[in-house]
């Protein structure tokens, strides 16, 4: 069978975007861990793509490294914003563990964060790369106001043996937060649902128009269009 360059072109175009895949995130009960995702992409440089990880025997030394089994969010002041302690990368995912942004949220807020996530990864193969686009987002200030970077005082991290926060600025050893925002917002995009969605990622050139998110439930929806503000 014989393709022109053009009709080859499109095929290739079309493989691309049937092998992009991209995890929908709603945000509805799970504010807190959307926020300290956004804040950890925007404003501590944290991976917007991440490999699945399915070995559930990894998590446990991940959630380790990160911190999150030490307790903080029961030990530590930061408990003062939830019982439950959420980490960014996830620990599902081979970018988790040391070094990953912690956010003590409501333990409701995690497992809803939690239940997503499982039913997302029931599509995919073990070290699939995707990416995090969130919906129903505007109770999170790091994600609807990205430009700010101004740690609130809840976003932590485990270093050197001890939790610290989690600065806007990228040593992570200055005595006091900077008050200038530090973060560019995220590029928004719109579903053929109507819904618009954040792109978490600082990736400034790339796109997912054409692209399909999956929801917790299965549901595949494609987005068509970039929204400029």
Known sequence: MYFNPGQLLVILAS??????INFEWDCTNS???????CYAVNCKGKPGMLNYDSNAGNRGPRRTASGCNRTPCTNTNYRGSGNSCDEYPFASTTQGGTGAILRCVDSTENSSEGGQLGAFYRGLNNGQQF???VRNYGGAAFCAN?????????????????????RDENNGFVPADSSKPGGSPFRKFMGEDGV???????D???TIVGDHVWNGEGKKVMIVSEVFD
Request: hydrophobic letters at 40%.
């Open 146 to 166: 990205a430009g700010n970077c101004q740690n609130d005082g809840w976003e932590f991290k485990l270093q050197s043996g001890s939790f610290v926060n989690a």
């Open 204 to 206: 400034p050139s790339g």
């Open 15 to 20: 493989a691309s975007l049937a092998l992009s």
């Open 131 to 133: 990416g995090v686009v």
């Open 196 to 202: 618009e969605r954040l792109w978490i990622t600082k």
């Open 31 to 37: 504010l807190a861990t959307c926020n300290n995702a």
